[in-house]
C-alpha cells in the first residue's frame, strides 16, 4: 500500500505559480511511476503529467507544456508539480497518482493503483 498526501494548493492570480507536493509512504517510492491528474468541477479527471521511477522520462498533456513541469525526489519519497503562468482554466483539484507497475498508457485514470486525497488549485481572473 502507498499513501498519498499532497499540499500546496491554494487561491492565486492568474498569472501566478505554485507549487504542488505529494509526499509518499510505504512501499518503495522509486520503483512507482508517479503523475498528477486534476477535476475541474463537472468536468471529468484529466492527465497532467508523468514521470518515470527513476525521473528520466517526463509526459505532459500537451496544452501545458511549457507551464508546468513535474520532478521527483526520490530520497524524500516525494514528486513535485510546478505550475506557472497559471490561468483559470487551471482551476480543479489535482490529484497525486501512483501507476500500476503494468501501466502502459499513462493518460488514464485506470492506469493509476493509488490516489492522493488531492488539493484545490484555484486561480482567480
Known amino acids: 500500500q502507498v499513501q498519498l498526501v499532497e499540499s500546496g494548493g491554494g487561491l492565486v492570480q492568474a498569472g501566478g505559480s505554485l507549487r504542488l507536493s505529494c509526499a509518499a509512504s510505504g512501499r518503495t517510492f522509486s520503483i512507482y511511476a508517479m503523475g498528477w491528474f486534476r477535476q475541474a468541477p463537472g468536468k471529468e479527471r484529466e492527465f497532467v503529467a508523468f514521470?518515470?521511477?527513476?525521473?528520466?522520462?517526463?509526459y505532459y498533456k500537451d496544452s501545458l507544456k511549457g507551464r508546468f513541469t513535474i520532478s521527483r525526489d526520490n530520497a524524500r519519497n516525494t514528486v513535485f508539480l510546478q505550475m506557472n503562468s497559471l490561468v483559470p482554466e487551471d482551476t480543479a483539484i489535482y490529484y497525486c497518482?501512483?501507476?500500476?507497475?503494468?501501466?502502459?498508457?499513462?493518460?488514464?485514470?485506470?492506469?493509476?493503483?493509488?490516489w492522493g486525497q488531492g488539493t484545490q488549485v484555484t486561480v482567480s481572473s
Open positions: 497518482a501512483a501507476y500500476r507497475t503494468a501501466m502502459k498508457v499513462p493518460t488514464t485514470p485506470n492506469a493509476v493503483e493509488f
Open positions: 514521470i518515470s521511477g527513476n525521473g528520466g522520462n517526463t
